[in-house]
C-alpha cells in the first residue's frame, strides 16, 4: 500500500511557477514509476509528466514540454514537478500517481495503482 499527498499548489499569474510536491508513503516507493495528471472542471483526466523508478528517464505531455520538469528523490520517497512559464490554460487540480511497472514513464488514469488527493493550481491572466 502507498498513500501519496500533494502539496504546492496555489494561485499564481501567468508566467510565474509553482513547485509540486507528492510525499509518498511506504518502503517501495523507489520501485513504482511516478506520474503527474492534471484535470481541469468538466474535463477528462490528462497525463502530464513521467519518471522511471530510477529517476534517470522522464516524458512529458506535449503541451508541457519545455516548461515542467518532474524529479523524484527516492531517499525522501517525493517525486516534484517544477512548472514554469504557466499559462491560464494550466489551471486543473493535479494529482501524482503510481505505476507499478517502474519503467512507465507514461501511463493512463486507469493504469495507476495509487492517486494523492490533488492540488489546486489555478493560474491567473
Known amino acids: 500500500q502507498v498513500q501519496l499527498v500533494e502539496s504546492g499548489g496555489g494561485l499564481v499569474q501567468a508566467g510565474g511557477s509553482l513547485s509540486l510536491s507528492c510525499a509518498a508513503s511506504?518502503?517501495?516507493?523507489?520501485?513504482?514509476?511516478m506520474g503527474w495528471f492534471r484535470q481541469a472542471p468538466r474535463k477528462d483526466r490528462n497525463f502530464v509528466a513521467g519518471?522511471?523508478?530510477?529517476?534517470?528517464?522522464?516524458y512529458y505531455a506535449e503541451s508541457v514540454k519545455g516548461r515542467f520538469i518532474i524529479s523524484r528523490d527516492n531517499a525522501k520517497n517525493t517525486v516534484y514537478l517544477q512548472m514554469n512559464s504557466l499559462k491560464p490554460e494550466d489551471t486543473a487540480v493535479y494529482y501524482c500517481?503510481?505505476?507499478?511497472?517502474?519503467?512507465?514513464?507514461?501511463?493512463?488514469?486507469?493504469?495507476?495503482?495509487?492517486w494523492g488527493q490533488g492540488t489546486q493550481v489555478t493560474v491567473s491572466s
Open positions: 519518471i522511471t523508478n530510477s529517476g534517470r528517464t522522464t
Open positions: 500517481a503510481a505505476h507499478r511497472g517502474g519503467s512507465s514513464i507514461y501511463f493512463l488514469p486507469y493504469e495507476a495503482a495509487y
Open positions: 511506504g518502503r517501495t516507493f523507489s520501485s513504482y514509476a
